[in-house]
């Protein structure tokens, strides 16, 4: 069985639970990567606490529908922001509560055929007017597609739980050549 099909481990859901014991309640929205991180928060009990929404803008057309704009690459910070603030929009349309997130990502990531540019990943997390972003940089060729994916997604659950006050952070078993980074938008 594949690390994509796997079930979750005991630290996503020890992670997720704390989570949805939490007041956060959150839209998340993911493009490229992440869709695993979907399923991990909708396949603990809670979830319906946390997830108001959960959709994953895939092609082009559908990202700019919903994040209202056309970023310059669909694979960039920049990117992550406007999904993770037209979510944050979302949320506040869905919900009266007071502890709201909207969380994106952007991700380009192994595929069916030869990628000329690096994989990548960037997830950002909107909440009032602060959003923070994180950026992941893959080694090219040093984990296949569910590798990819999963990592991602522990990204995503990450920056999630930063939103909802955490410290309780999943493991993300970085290789030599993969970085993770930390800003403000």
């Known amino acids: 069985m594949?690390?994509?099909?796997?079930?979750?481990?005991?630290?996503?859901?020890?992670?997720?639970?704390?989570?949805?014991?939490?007041?956060?309640?959150?839209?998340?929205?993911?493009s490229g990567a992440g869709s695993?991180?979907?399923?991990?928060?909708?396949?603990?009990?809670?979830?319906?606490?946390?997830?108001l929404e959960a959709t994953v803008p895939y092609v082009q057309s559908s990202f700019v529908a919903y994040a209202g704009t056309t970023?310059?690459?669909f694979a960039s910070?920049?990117?992550a922001v406007a999904l993770a603030r037209a979510s944050l929009q979302r949320a506040r349309g869905l919900s009266g509560a007071s502890t709201l997130v909207g969380i994106g990502c952007a991700?380009?990531?192994?595929?069916?055929?030869l990628k000329r540019g690096e994989h990548r990943a960037y997830v950002a997390a909107?909440?009032?007017?602060?959003t923070r972003v994180w950026a992941l940089h893959?080694?090219?060729?040093?984990?296949?597609?569910?590798?990819?994916?999963?990592?991602?997604?522990?990204?995503?659950?990450?920056?999630?739980?930063?939103?909802?006050?955490?410290?309780?952070r999943l493991p993300l078993g970085l290789r030599a050549g993969e970085a993770l980074s930390e800003s403000e938008a």
């Open 2 to 30: 594949s690390a994509y099909h796997a079930r979750m481990d005991d630290a996503a859901r020890t992670l997720i639970e704390a989570i949805h014991g939490t007041p956060t309640q959150a839209v998340l929205a993911v």
């Open 107 to 113: 991700a380009t990531i192994a595929t069916d055929r």
């Open 138 to 168: 893959i080694e090219k060729g040093a984990r296949d597609r569910p590798g990819e994916e999963d990592l991602v997604s522990r990204v995503v659950v990450n920056a999630l739980a930063g939103a909802c006050g955490l410290e309780l």
């Open 71 to 73: 970023p310059g690459e």
């Open 77 to 79: 910070p920049e990117a």
């Open 36 to 51: 695993q991180a979907l399923a991990w928060l909708l396949g603990v009990g809670g979830a319906s606490r946390t997830v």
């Open 126 to 130: 909107s909440e009032g007017e602060r």
